[in-house]
């Protein structure tokens, strides 16, 4: 059983280290954007910015979401609707 907790990997995957860069990405979309995004419209905004990685709506909620666990952007539910913007510095 040692063995076995010993070979655990320590490092990123390949789909790991790309969905830190991509988080980067949606992290200064949201930045630069005036007020609140939902993932679909993260998801259209990198689709007009031509971002690779970015596949679905799902995958661009899947990255907010890691934002959000991070306290970088906050997120706000209104009934179904979920926004995300970037946290205030105040």
Do not use: W
């Not at 790309?18 to 930045?31: F, T």
């Not at 609140?36 to 259209?44: F, G, K, L, R």
């Amino acid at each position: 059983e040692i063995e076995l907790v010993s070979k655990k990997r320590n490092t990123q995957t390949k789909a790991q280290k790309a969905n830190v860069e991509l988080v980067e990405v949606i992290y200064d979309m949201l930045a630069a954007n005036e007020g609140a995004m939902t993932a679909t419209e993260v998801y259209n905004r990198a689709l007009e910015a031509s971002i690779d990685g970015i596949t679905s709506p799902q995958k661009a909620s899947a990255l907010l979401k890691m934002l959000v666990d991070t306290n970088r952007i906050v997120k706000e539910t209104n009934g179904k609707k979920s926004t995300f913007k970037v946290v205030d510095a105040d």
